[in-house]
């Protein structure tokens, strides 16, 4: 079974901090997604990884992977409050199917 | 492009009763899927189809009923609805070398 864990589940930041999201999976991977999702809304796609060490930027957020060790890490630099909504991964696998399996998400919340 | 449309927004359904939602795509992906997303769970996969004629389940399929008769079309049918079916239903779709685009959502709740 495919296994996708976040962590943390929740995080308050102050902003102009920086911070690491954490996103650990169990087998390997053909393709890493990030999400943000803001309350009552759908799932915005920010970044796609498709292989080791590959690293995306957007803005403040930045993305690697890290295939070897089943984990992905989406950083966050000098956060603002904009940034404040719930981060998910998303892990899919031709060994099982192709199938997104989600971690359970980052709640983060970014306090002026 | 209107990408994946999902109906209705929002829904009331008492238990025992049936209803289908709608997920309809314009983008020719052969992809599909449908997920339900409840609090501190992240999304769950319910079932998939990977084009017109083939679907698979998921992670949580029972109580859902799912058909794939045409590549845009791919309805998600409650057969008896439960309280355990209050959620927040998301539809998905993807070609195979891309990304995948979600529908805005449909809240239902089962009283």
């Known amino acids: 079974e495919l296994k996708v864990e976040q962590n943390p589940l929740f995080l308050s930041m102050q902003e102009g901090k920086n911070y690491t999201i954490y996103c650990n999976y169990s087998t390997t991977s053909d393709r890493l997604y990030w999400y943000r999702q803001d309350p009552g809304k759908s799932l915005e796609s920010l970044f796609v990884l498709l292989s080791n060490g590959a690293v995306k930027q957007e803005g403040r957020l930045m993305a690697s992977l890290d295939t070897k060790a089943r984990l992905s890490t989406l950083h966050i630099t000098a956060a603002v409050h904009d940034l404040s909504a719930t981060y998910f991964c998303a892990v899919s696998s031709m060994e099982y199917g192709n199938k997104l399996v989600f971690g359970a998400g980052t709640i983060l919340r970014v306090k002026s | 492009n209107a990408g994946v449309t999902q109906t209705p927004k929002f829904q009331v359904l008492k238990t025992g009763q049936s209803m289908t939602l709608q997920c309809a795509q314009d983008?020719?992906?052969?992809?599909m899927s449908w997920y339900r997303q409840d609090p501190g769970m992240g999304l769950r996969l319910i079932h998939y189809?990977?084009?017109?004629?083939?679907?698979d389940q998921g992670e949580v399929p029972n109580g859902y009923n799912v058909s794939r008769s045409t590549t845009e079309d791919f309805p998600l049918r409650l057969l008896s609805a439960a309280p355990s079916q209050t959620s927040v239903y998301f539809c998905a779709s993807r070609i195979v070398t891309g990304g995948y685009t979600f529908g805005s959502g449909t809240r239902l709740t089962v009283v």
């Open positions: 189809s990977v084009g017109a004629g083939i679907t």
């Open positions: 983008m020719n992906h052969e992809y």
